[in-house]
Structures are given as C-alpha cells and as structure tokens.
C-alpha cells in the first residue's frame, strides 16, 4: 500500500523529467504515474488510484486530468483536489439536475447514477449504469432500497416495475423499446409528481404514456375522460388511475379483467352498485367467471 506522501519522494525526479522544471503537469501519463498504483491511497486511507487501461477506454479518456481537477497545476499539488465541476462540460444536464428532485441525494449525485468518473462509458454502450437495460437496476439502488425508502420517504417502486408489463418486456424479453425508468420521469430534471412542469404531473400523464402508445392517447383524447381532463377537471380519470404507475399488467390479461370493475366502480359508485346486482357481476365478481361482461365491453 502506498500514500502520496510515501511516493512523494521517490517519484518526484521522474515526475519532473515528465514535466520539466517548472513541474507543471502536461497529461495523464504525468498523473498516472503515480494514480496508476493500484494500491494508491490518501490520507485518511482512501483509494485515489485510477485504473489506466479503463480510463483510456472510457468517454473522458480523451482529456486531460486537469481538465477535471482544475486545482492541479503541478507537481507536488494539494492533498485535497478541489471538487470536480461536472457542469463545465455538461452544461443542460447539470441545469436539469439542479432544479431536480436528486439535486441534493448525494455529495455527487451525477456518479450515483453514472458510476466512477475514470471509467464512464457512453450510455449506448452495455455496459453502462444508463443503458436503457441497466436503467431499472441503476435507479432500483435507492428506489428498491427498503432502508432507504423509509429514511428518505422514496417510492420503494423497483419490485413493482420489474413485475410489471414494462420491467418484463424489458428485464425478460429485452426490448429497448420498453419503457424504463427515464422513459416516464426523464433522465436529469426529474421533477416531483406535484410538480406541474412534471412528466407526471396528473394533467400531464396522458402525453407522456402517449409518447409510446400514440393510438390509444388518441383514443382517449376523444373520450369522456381525455375531454374532461382537458376541460380542467381535476378529479377525471389518467391512464396511472386504471393501470397504475409502476405495476402495470397486461389489460388483456385474466388478472386485469377480474379487477377492471371495482377500478370503473371506484369512480362510478352509483353504476356500480346496480351492476353487482346483475348476472354478469354474478358470474364475475362472485363467481369468479373471467369472460363475462365488464364495463369496458360495453363502454
């Protein structure tokens, strides 16, 4: 194991040989000459080492390491490099993420999501925290965290996601197509529900399920419900209403026809209680018959 200031001296001629008299560092290869130990640690015990053959490959491996630790000028530098500013370069994602409901999750919350800075690689590629096929999982760390959902009051939603239509035609039949996590919330200005500039501001649901399921929005535009909710009406009915917000299962499916007439009825009390009252509630409800007649049969 070394520290900085065990490999101080023994380093410090060749690190001027890289840098010239000066000691002003000039590339990675000046800084790798030390961080490139695995065994590389500060003071207080902390790795500071970097993996070289990673950094190369990953999307920084382009840039120069002061480019990032912009307190680095030479060599020795201060023990303690100034925090890295991710917006200098990433201007419209940090602006996002400052009005965001993660702008305060972490001391960093931009490596919560995209791991290690000396080893991001493109979000196409697979093996990134944000590939649309890692997403769920990435986002599951703290949303599937029972701990942490009651610490923090986060929906504990990863469980449902993965059992729903979505997470299986993701997780199980691995359709990029599928929506995961930032297909709903985005991917940086994730904005609370009670938001209304958010995606999934009530008002605002139907166009965002309606960015996949252009038809059915549609549909529902021309419907009672679309036109009440369009006609200011707070209380009418969004497609999280009947299908709910992570748990969703398949319409056509035997479970969701069983329980599509308590949702209608829970809206529709009067209509409901004459229903369970007919032969088709008699089949249904109380006999449990999956192909009887519900409300949307008819409606």
Request: glycine share 8%; charged share 15%.
């Amino acid at each position: 194991m070394k520290t900085l200031a065990s490999v101080g001296l023994t380093i410090t001629a060749a690190v001027l040989l890289l840098t010239g008299p000066a000691g002003t560092l000039h590339a990675q290869t000046d800084c790798l000459a030390c961080h490139g130990d695995p065994s590389m640690q500060d003071a207080s015990g902390k790795s500071i080492a970097v993996n070289a053959d990673k950094f190369h490959a990953s999307i920084h491996g382009s840039l120069k390491c002061t480019d990032c630790h912009t307190n680095v000028k030479g060599y020795p530098h201060p023990a303690n490099a100034a925090a890295v500013n991710c917006s200098t370069c990433h201007t419209e994602e940090a602006s996002g993420l400052a009005n965001s409901v993660h702008a305060k999750a972490s001391e960093h919350p931009c490596l919560g999501c995209h791991g290690d800075p000396h080893s991001i690689v493109p979000k196409t590629d697979p093996k990134s925290p944000v590939y649309p096929l890692n997403i769920p999982k990435t986002c599951g760390s703290c949303h599937g965290n029972e701990a942490m959902a009651k610490k923090y009051g986060l929906p504990n939603v990863y469980a449902l996601y993965l059992d729903s239509i979505h997470g299986f035609a993701l997780g199980k039949e691995g359709l990029l197509v599928a929506a995961n996590c930032t297909s709903c919330h985005g991917s940086h200005k994730v904005l609370s529900h009670k938001d209304p500039q958010s995606s999934t501001y009530r008002t605002n649901v139907a166009a965002t399920c309606g960015s996949c399921h252009v038809g059915i929005n549609a549909q529902y535009q021309k419907g009672i419900h679309g036109k009440a909710v369009a006609a200011g009406d707070k209380n009418a009915p969004v497609c999280t209403d009947c299908h709910t917000a992570h748990a969703i299962i398949e319409p056509t499916s035997a479970d969701f026809r069983m329980q599509s007439t308590p949702i209608c009825g829970s809206c529709h009390r009067d209509k409901f209680s004459t229903y369970r009252d007919t032969f088709h509630s008699q089949l249904g409800l109380l006999g449990g018959y999956v192909e009887t007649a519900r409300c949307w049969d008819c409606h």
